[in-house]
């Protein structure tokens, strides 16, 4: 006997082509999820999020706290239009490496911007302790970066740092650093905070 087909029911080769296309288009975006910022090779914003919601969880059932530190760098965005990209990368990669180095061990970097980086710090008892961390990434940069031998460029960088709450969601939570940030800029201070 013949195999039997029910009108308008697509063939077993076009049902299997469709999930393997399905399961490849998954991959690469499981892929890209997970990817390293290709510059930095910090985590990206999608990294962040799911260490944040793991994070808040394991705060959330402890009673602890944790702090997100918001970060964003000024002055390098200008290297671009002034020396290049090369230069204006060179310059971010090493913004990059003096946030790692100033920050505890077990806290997380991730890049989430062209200038922007975001620092999630667990185990922060309070305001006092997440200052002191905004205080440190404020003085790593008190020196200007030299991404070459004859350039040195001063850069500033705006810190907001915001404590998580029993309620707190990685949106609300990066919302309130974001805007602690923004604040942190507009009033020149170098570090922002909120609570």
Do not use: Y
């Not at 505890?104 to 309070?126: K, M, Y």
């Not at 350039?151 to 949106?171: H, K, N, Q």
């Amino acid at each position: 006997m013949d195999g039997v087909r029910t009108a308008g029911a697509p063939d077993l080769p076009v049902q299997t082509a469709a999930v393997v296309a399905a399961q490849h288009e998954f991959a690469a975006r499981l892929r890209r999820r997970t990817m390293p910022d290709p510059l930095t090779g910090l985590p990206v914003r999608s990294l962040l999020v799911d260490r944040l919601e793991l994070s808040l969880a394991a705060a959330g059932a402890d009673g602890n706290r944790l702090a997100l530190l918001c970060c964003e760098t000024d002055g390098v965005t200008a290297l671009d239009h002034a020396h290049g990209p090369t230069v204006a990368d060179t310059a971010r990669t090493e913004a990059a490496a003096r946030l790692v180095a100033a920050v505890r061990q077990g806290d997380l970097v991730a890049r989430i911007g062209s200038q922007t980086f975001v620092v999630l710090c667990p185990g922060v008892s309070g305001a006092p302790r997440a200052e002191r961390i905004a205080d440190r990434i404020a003085a790593a940069f008190a020196a200007p970066l030299r991404p070459s031998a004859d350039l040195v460029v001063p850069v500033r960088i705006s810190v907001g740092v915001a404590l998580s709450r029993r309620d707190s969601t990685p949106e609300s939570l990066l919302a309130a650093a974001d805007r602690a940030m923004a604040a942190a800029r507009l009033g020149r201070q170098g570090a922002g905070r909120s609570a």
